[in-house]
């Protein structure tokens, strides 16, 4: 089974508008960490945002915010106010606190936003 | 710049040949990773580093594929007698760990490989 669902291969959205990026995981780990990272054309990897299992509080940082569901494990990153520098691949990843140390990525929803 | 740098960033070589990677981490970061992508996919994990140790390998990583930290700072990986389908993109990252899978990744740059 993955252990990190994307379903959505790519996202349009408007400039300024917001945006929901889903994630979806799968783990028996009690303890582990979910994550953001955002890919531009360049290549390189930046870290967005990290949910602990344990966090009670949805993350928030800057306009990302991390929409946490436990019961439904999901975890989907929302972006307020979208900017043309938004447009990206996006991938959800998720660390498991026992049970070795890898993350796990999704296959990435790439986002577009639009003037 | 206190980043993961990784070298080269581009890398055409021909099938057969061997190619050598180089990744530094951020100094105080003694965890590093690497990782392979493919066009369309997320990074995959290779293999894993706890200062000079490699504690863990993923079944991607053939016996064609090895990597060293020797003295815990910065990383090498070597690919032998290359192949087409290595051709993807090698991501190197760091981390320093916290509790409870808090533990954040830093990526480098990349460095891409073509096999031809």
């Known amino acids: 089974a993955q252990k990190i669902t994307q379903t959505q291969p790519g996202m349009f959205v408007q400039e300024k508008e917001a945006v929901t990026l889903d994630c979806t995981y799968d783990?028996?780990?009690?303890?582990?960490?979910l994550f953001w990272y955002k890919q531009p054309s360049s290549g390189e990897m930046i870290f967005l945002i990290y949910?602990?299992?344990?966090?009670?509080q949805n993350a928030t940082e800057g306009r990302y915010s991390l929409n946490f569901q436990k019961a439904r494990k999901s975890a989907n990153l929302v972006i307020s106010a979208s900017q043309l520098g938004d447009s990206a691949m996006y991938f959800c990843a998720m660390r498991e606190a026992n049970t070795g140390n890898q993350f796990y990525f999704g296959t990435g929803t790439s986002l577009t936003v639009i003037p | 710049d206190t980043g993961v740098s990784q070298n080269p960033r581009h890398k055409i070589t021909k099938r057969g040949q061997n190619v050598t990677f180089r990744c530094d981490p951020i100094s105080e970061h003694n965890r590093l990773y690497w990782y392979r992508q493919t066009l369309g996919q997320g990074p995959e994990f290779l293999t894993y580093f706890q200062n000079e140790a490699q504690l863990e390998k993923s079944r991607l990583l053939s016996d064609r594929f090895s990597a060293e930290r020797p003295k815990g700072s910065f990383s090498t990986l070597e690919i032998q007698r290359t192949e087409q389908g290595d051709s993807a993109m090698y991501l190197c990252?760091?981390?320093?760990?916290?509790?409870?899978?808090?533990?954040?990744?830093?990526f480098g740059p990349g460095t891409r490989l073509l096999v031809l």
């Open positions: 990252a760091s981390s320093f760990p916290l509790g409870g899978g808090g533990e954040t990744q830093y």
């Open positions: 783990t028996s780990d009690p303890s582990y960490g």
């Open positions: 949910q602990g299992s344990y966090d009670q």
